[in-house]
C-alpha cells in the first residue's frame, strides 16, 4: 500500500498576497513597504496586511535592499562593552531597529573614547548609518569619511565640524540625542542641600567627554545657590578601586572630610561606598554618597544608592528613530530625555559637627 504523496509547501510571494486579497501587485509593494499613504486606502492597506500575515508571507529582504540601495543596518559605537549603560542603549536601538526591518551592529571603539577606526573595510558599502554614544565627533573621523549619516547620543550638539569630512552638517552630526544630564546633577544638588550638607567632594570621571563635563558645571552652579556651600573635586578612573583609592585619600582627614561624595557614575558610588567601610565610617550616617545612571548595581549597594535614573533603553531608541528620520529626510526629534533622581538609603542628614 503506497502511502499519498503530500503537495510541496511553497513559500507565499507577493503574487499570491494579490491574488488572495484581490489587489495588484503594486498595491501589495507600496503597503508592506510602508508608501502606501496618499495612493491606497486604509481599508485596503488593513487588508493587505491582514492576508500576508495569514499567508506567513515575509518580504524578500535582500532583494528590497538592493532595490533600495540600501543595506539596512546601522552601527552603534560605544566607548566601550563592559559598561550596563551602554548594553541599554543597544538593546534600545536594536528593538527599534528590528520594528522598521533593520539591523544594528554595535562596536566599541578600541582605545575607549579615543579615534574609532572603520570597521568595514569600506562602510559607505557595508552601512546605511552609524549611531555613536558618548563620544566626541572627532572621534569618529575614519566613520564619517563614508559620507554617511551619524547621529550623537549623549554628546556635545555644539562640537565643531570635521573638516575632512564630507558634507559637514551642524555639530558634526545629522541629529542628537540627548538626556537632560544638567537637570539631573541639579536635582542631586538640591536633594543634599535641602537634607542640610555643606560640605561636598566632587568624585569627578577622569575620563574627558563631554556628559562628564557637563556634570561638573552644572554642579558648581547648583551648589553656588547655597554661599556656605564648599565643593572639591578629586578624578578618578571609571573603575571601582580607582574610586575607592580615590574616596580614600579625601576622607582620611577628619578636619576636611565631606559630608557628602556626588559620583559621576554608580560605579565612582561603590568605590567610594568600600572606601568609606574599609575607614570605619557609615553611609550615610557619616558620609552621604550619590551616584549617577541607576545601573543594576545601584540596588546590589547596601544601602541602595541615591542616583539619577537616565533612560539609557530610551536614548537607543530615539537614536534609532533619528537615524531612521534622517534616512527619509525627515526632522528627527531633538527635544532631551528627561531624567529622575531616585532617592534610596545612602543619603541622609548630615552628621552634627
Known amino acids: 500500500m503506497t502511502t499519498p504523496a503530500h503537495p510541496a509547501r511553497t513559500t507565499p510571494t507577493s503574487r499570491d498576497v494579490a491574488r488572495a486579497a484581490g489587489v495588484s501587485q503594486a498595491t501589495v509593494s507600496l503597503v508592506l513597504g510602508d508608501k502606501w499613504q496618499g495612493r491606497v486606502s486604509e481599508r485596503t492597506a488593513g487588508l493587505v496586511r491582514t492576508t500576508a500575515a495569514g499567508l506567513g508571507y515575509r518580504p ?50 578600541p582605545d575607549g573614547t579615543g579615534p574609532a577606526r572603520d570597521p568595514f573595510a569600506s562602510a559607505r558599502t557595508a552601512l546605511d548609518g552609524v549611531i555613536a554614544s558618548s563620544m566626541a565627533t572627532g572621534a569618529l573621523g575614519a566613520l564619517r569619511s563614508a559620507g554617511l549619516p551619524l547621529v550623537m547620543l549623549d554628546s556635545d550638539p555644539g562640537d565643531p565640524d570635521d573638516t575632512d569630512a564630507p558634507d559637514p552638517r551642524p555639530g558634526g552630526a545629522a541629529a542628537h540625542v540627548n538626556l537632560a544630564i544638567a537637570d539631573g546633577m541639579h536635582q542631586v544638588a538640591a536633594h543634599l542641600l535641602g537634607l542640610g550638607h555643606r560640605r561636598f567632594v566632587h568624585l569627578a570621571s577622569a575620563v574627558d567627554s563631554w556628559t562628564f563635563d557637563v556634570r561638573a558645571r552644572a554642579l558648581t552652579e547648583a551648589l553656588a545657590s547655597a554661599p556656605d556651600a564648599s565643593v572639591r573635586t578629586v578624578r578618578a578612573a571609571l573603575d571601582v578601586h580607582s574610586a575607592r583609592e580615590a574616596a580614600t585619600r579625601t576622607l582620611t582627614d577628619s578636619r576636611t572630610r565631606p559630608t557628602a561624595l556626588i559620583c559621576d557614575d554608580d560605579i565612582l558610588a561603590a568605590g567610594a561606598c568600600k572606601a568609606l567601610h574599609r575607614l570605619g565610617l557609615r553611609v550615610p550616617h557619616d558620609v552621604s554618597v550619590t551616584g549617577f545612571d541607576d545601573l543594576a548595581l545601584a540596588t546590589a549597594l547596601e544601602p541602595e544608592l541615591t542616583t539619577v535614573r537616565l533612560p539609557a533603553e530610551q536614548v537607543g531608541r530615539r537614536g534609532m528613530a533619528a537615524l531612521l528620520a534622517v534616512l527619509e529626510d525627515r526632522t528627527p526629534d531633538s527635544t532631551e530625555l528627561p531624567v529622575e533622581l531616585v532617592v534610596r538609603g545612602t543619603t541622609a542628614p548630615p552628621p552634627a559637627r
Open 60 to 109: 524578500n529582504q535582500a532583494a528590497r535592499s538592493l532595490r533600495l540601495g540600501r543595506t539596512r543596518t546601522a552601527l552603534l559605537v560605544v566607548p566601550a562593552l563592559t559598561n550596563e549603560f551602554f548594553a541599554r542603549v543597544y538593546a534600545g536601538a536594536a528593538a527599534t531597529a528590528a520594528e522598521h526591518g533593520f539591523g544594528v551592529v554595535l562596536y566599541p571603539s
